[in-house]
């Protein structure tokens, strides 16, 4: 080959790599006019602002390029059916939507352009919680080496989960007398947290490893085990069709009992705040009743809108337990129907306690 026909094929290799360049450019330049992209911002509402419920929102979105008007906007709401606007600039009215964090979907249409914003807001009650406190029908011991996470009572038997790694136990109780019927170690890795009984079955959370242990509840044999679909464990109750779980957030997560999967879930709120770290639950005639990790105090929640109906003020039961160096904060719940009275107790506590609601 001389070197004529060398510059030759040189030259045709460059042109066929500079016509294969412009059509991959045109391609991606064909392609950019389908879709839009950042070319609108959202100026009101900021992501997290915070509602009360029946406030009005404004919304205000503006457009990057001046010449471009939105032909159609679709504000989209997990609680609602969206709605759809034609100017950047609306009012929405947050009685149309339900309480805790909404994530907000505002999609931009142009043509067969769309472009689509992600924000968030968060929407209190509207009813401020009533206030109870509590009056001591009887006092009880505890074992003050039992860090209490969940507790249950079914026809005058009492099951206690309890945490730390190392010391974490299932235990089963003749109530009141609270004779030790049956305990069971968990394995040093895993921190049980809380408990509910379905049926002949218990169910017990653990923390951090997302596991749900199930037992028999008369020998206590393990009999089978799921993960967690959430990031923890905390607190586990039924409410006679699902589980109700809560993982140190302000939500609380409906698991089917057969699939164990997500099938809904409710931000908790009162009139000023979401409520988290909700930990021990309990179902209690269409109510769930939540204790607040390191509060001194039990919420009552709608299941249906997660707002709280009621605090029960349980300030001073610490205190009369007695403190010692491992006694940490209150939790564990267990109702009692005969009586309708509460059953009460905490990390390490020395007593436990039924007690009366009380209005204040």
């Given at each position: ?5 060398s ?6 290799i460059?042109l ?12 991606n ?10 070319n609108y911002?959202?100026?009101k ?19 990057k ?6 032909e ?5 709401f ?14 929405l ?12 979907s ?5 043509g067969i352009?769309?472009?689509t914003?992600?924000?968030s ?5 509207n009813i401020?919680?009533k ?11 505890h074992d003050?080496?039992s860090?209490t996470?969940?507790?249950e009572?079914h026809e005058?038997?009492?099951y ?9 136990k ?19 890795g ?5 408990l ?30 799921f993960?967690?679909?959430v ?8 409410n ?16 089917d009992t057969?699939?164990?999967k997500?099938?809904?879930?409710i931000d ?5 705040a979401?409520?988290k770290?909700?930990?021990e639950?309990?179902y ?5 009743y ?7 105090y039990i919420?009552?929640i709608d ?10 003020d ?7 337990s ?5 006694v940490?904060?209150?939790n564990?719940?267990a ?6 009275r509460?059953l009460v ?15 204040k």
């Open positions: 080959m001389n070197a004529s026909s510059q030759f094929i040189i030259l045709m460059c066929s790599a500079l016509i294969s360049c412009n059509r991959e450019k045109t391609k330049n064909k392609h950019a006019e389908i879709t839009i992209l950042h911002e959202l100026i509402p900021s992501n997290g602002s915070f509602y009360n419920f029946g406030d009005k929102i404004e919304f205000s979105i503006r457009s390029n001046t010449s471009q008007n939105p159609k906007i679709i504000v989209s997990p609680s609602k059916k969206s709605d759809t606007l034609s100017n950047t600039n609306f009012i009215d947050t009685a149309s939507y339900g309480f805790g964090k909404q994530n907000v505002v999609q931009i249409i142009n352009n769309t472009e914003i992600q924000t807001i968060v929407v209190f009650s401020v919680p206030a109870y406190t509590y009056k001591i029908e009887k006092t009880l011991l003050i080496t860090y996470q969940g507790l009572i005058d038997i009492l206690e989960s309890t945490g730390l790694y190392g010391q974490s299932l235990r089963k109780f003749e109530y009141p007398s609270l004779q030790l019927l049956a305990e069971i170690k968990l394995e040093p895993f921190f049980g947290e809380g509910t009984k379905v049926g002949n079955k218990l169910y017990q959370l653990t923390w951090k490893e997302k596991t749900v242990f199930i037992y028999d509840a008369n020998d206590f044999s393990r009999i089978g085990q993960n967690l679909p990031h923890e464990g905390w607190g586990l109750s039924y006679g069709k699902e589980f109700l779980l809560s993982d140190g957030s302000s939500c609380i997560y409906f698991l057969l699939s164990f997500i099938i809904n879930s908790v709120v009162d009139n000023q979401r409520i770290e909700l930990n639950l309990e209690i005639n269409g109510d769930i939540a204790n607040v990790y390191g509060k001194e919420v009552i299941p249906l809108t997660g707002r709280v109906r009621g605090k029960i349980c300030e001073g039961l610490l205190k009369i007695g403190v010692h160096p491992s940490d904060v209150m564990g719940i109702y009692l129907p005969k009586s309708k509460l107790t905490g990390k390490n506590w020395a007593k436990m306690f039924e007690i009366s609601i009380v209005k």
